[in-house]
C-alpha cells in the first residue's frame, strides 16, 4: 500500500489515540489537550461541542503542506479525525480536496488517500507531493532547461515581473508543454517543477517570481496590479526562476525523508459523480465545502491556470448565491458520499462563516442529510483564545484572537 511512511503528525497537536468509533462524541466530551474541559450545549435543537481541539501554533505540520491555497484549512484539522478514528491502511477521502491537505495528511499518517476536486490544478498541486524527489534530480533537470530560448512575452504581464524573468517563466511554460507531448508525458520530477512554479507565480516577497502582489492563491488583474505598482513606487525586479524554485523545493522536501505514497487515487469530478471510487470503501472523510458567494474562480486563477494551459472560465466551479441552491448541492454530495463510505464510516465536515454570521451553514448541511443514512452526531467547534461560547459563531467570530472552525459530525449508518 504505502512503501514508506513518515508519520509528521504532532502528538501536540491533538491526542495521540484513537477514540472509539461506537462513541466519537463521548470522546469529544473527555477531550482534554491543554486543561480545558470541553463546553457543550443545545443550540436550535444541535448539540455543539466546543474546546481547543488542536494547536494554533504555525509550522506545526510536514512542510509538504505549504503549498498556498484560498480558503483551505490547517493539517492539523484533518489529522486530529484521521488519528481518532482510522487505523493504518484506512481509506481517507475528501471529495473537495483544494491543494490536498486531507488527502496528503492521510498518506503522512500511513492511511490511504482518496482525493477529488473539478478544479484541475488542484491534482497539480497535490500529486507530486506524494513522490518527492530529491533536490539534486530537481537542479539536474532544471539545467535542462534553454532558460533564454528566444520566445515571445506577452508584455501585459510586465506589471508583475521583470522581463528577464518573465522570460524564464515563459521558457520554463514552454518547456513543460513540450515534455506533456512526450509518449509518457511528465514525469514525477517535471511534476514537481510544474507545482512549485505554480505556487510562486505571484506573491508578497521575494521568495516569489514577482514584484509585490496579493498572496499566492489569489492572482490580481494586470489593471489591478498596475494600480499596486503606482501606489507603491515599485517596479518588477529581477528574480531567478530557477534558484527560487530550488529554494522552495529543499523547504517542501525538508520533512519528507522515507515518504512515498503510490496508491493514492485522484479525481477531477463533480463531488456528486464519482464513479471512480468504489461503493462502500471509504472510512474517513475529511471536507470543507464551496460556501456561499465564493469568489470568481476565473479571476483568482486566471495567471495559474495561464501558465498550466487550462482555460479558467471553462472550469465548471460551483457557485450558489442561495440558501436553497447550496443545499441542494450539499446534498446531493451527501448522496454521493453515502455510496462510497463504509457503514460505521465517519465523516467531518468542515464549514465556514459566510455574510457576517447571519447564516450558519451547519444548519442547512443538516437539513440536506435528512432521509440520507447518516447519523448527526453534533457539531464539533475547535475554538483557540475564546473567551464565551457566543463568541463560537455570527458578527463576534474571530475578533479578539478568536479562531474557530466549525465541523458537523456524521456516521454512516
Not at 64 to 82: D, N, Q, T, W
Not at 163 to 181: D, F, G, Y
Request: with cysteine; net charge positive; aromatic share 10%.
Amino acid at each position: 500500500m504505502l512503501d514508506s511512511v513518515s508519520n509528521q503528525f504532532n502528538p501536540a497537536s491533538a491526542r495521540p489515540m484513537r477514540a472509539d468509533k461506537a462513541n466519537f462524541i463521548s470522546y469529544l466530551e473527555r477531550f482534554n489537550r491543554i486543561g480545558k474541559a470541553t463546553e457543550t450545549f443545545t443550540e436550535n435543537g444541535i448539540r455543539y461541542y466546543v474546546n481547543d481541539y488542536w494547536t494554533s501554533a504555525q509550522r506545526q505540520a510536514n512542510r509538504l503542506h505549504e503549498i498556498s491555497y484560498r480558503a483551505c484549512f490547517k493539517a492539523e484539522l484533518p489529522a486530529f479525525f484521521i488519528s481518532a478514528l482510522t487505523a493504518a491502511g484506512d481509506i481517507v477521502y475528501d471529495p473537495f480536496m483544494g491543494r490536498g491537505t486531507t488527502p496528503l495528511q492521510a498518506a503522512l499518517m500511513g492511511r490511504k488517500p482518496i482525493g477529488n476536486d473539478i478544479n484541475p490544478l488542484s491534482e497539480m498541486l497535490l500529486r507530486p507531493r506524494f513522490t518527492p524527489p530529491k533536490l539534486a534530480e530537481v537542479a539536474t533537470r532544471l539545467d535542462e532547461i534553454d532558460w533564454q530560448r528566444d520566445t515571445p512575452i506577452d508584455e501585459s504581464l510586465l506589471v508583475f515581473y521583470h522581463p528577464a524573468t518573465l522570460k524564464q517563466i515563459i521558457a520554463l511554460k514552454h518547456w513543460l508543454i513540450e515534455r506533456s507531448h512526450r509518449k509518457n508525458g511528465l514525469d514525477n520530477t517535471d511534476d514537481w517543477i510544474r507545482m512549485v512554479a505554480l505556487n510562486r507565480l505571484t506573491g508578497h516577497s521575494s521568495g516569489f517570481f514577482s514584484v509585490y502582489t496579493l498572496p499566492p492563491n489569489q492572482a490580481v488583474s494586470v489593471e489591478r496590479q498596475a494600480k499596486i505598482n503606482a501606489h507603491r513606487k515599485q517596479t518588477p525586479p529581477k528574480r531567478d526562476v530557477k534558484s527560487i524554485i530550488l529554494k522552495k523545493t529543499k523547504v517542501l522536501i525538508s520533512q519528507s525523508e522515507g515518504f512515498y505514497c503510490r496508491d493514492a487515487l485522484l479525481g477531477k469530478s463533480p463531488a456528486d459523480k464519482t464513479a471512480f471510487i468504489d461503493r462502500g470503501c471509504v472510512d474517513l472523510v475529511v471536507t470543507s465545502p464551496p460556501f456561499l458567494d465564493i469568489v470568481q474562480y476565473h479571476k483568482d486563477n486566471w495567471l495559474r491556470c495561464w501558465f498550466a494551459s487550462i482555460d479558467a472560465a471553462a472550469v465548471p466551479i460551483s457557485m450558489h448565491k442561495s440558501i436553497a441552491a447550496w443545499t441542494e448541492f450539499v446534498r446531493k454530495t451527501l448522496s454521493e458520499l453515502a455510496r462510497v463510505m463504509k457503514a460505521g464510516g465517519h465523516l467531518a465536515f468542515e464549514v465556514g462563516e459566510v455574510r457576517k454570521g447571519k447564516i450558519l451553514l451547519e444548519k442547512h448541511v443538516i437539513q440536506a442529510a435528512q432521509n440520507l443514512p447518516f447519523d448527526i452526531l453534533g457539531v464539533m467547534v475547535n475554538q483557540q483564545n475564546f473567551t464565551k461560547t457566543a463568541n463560537c459563531w455570527g458578527i463576534n467570530n474571530n475578533h479578539k484572537g478568536t479562531n474557530s472552525n466549525r465541523i458537523i459530525l456524521m456516521k454512516r449508518y
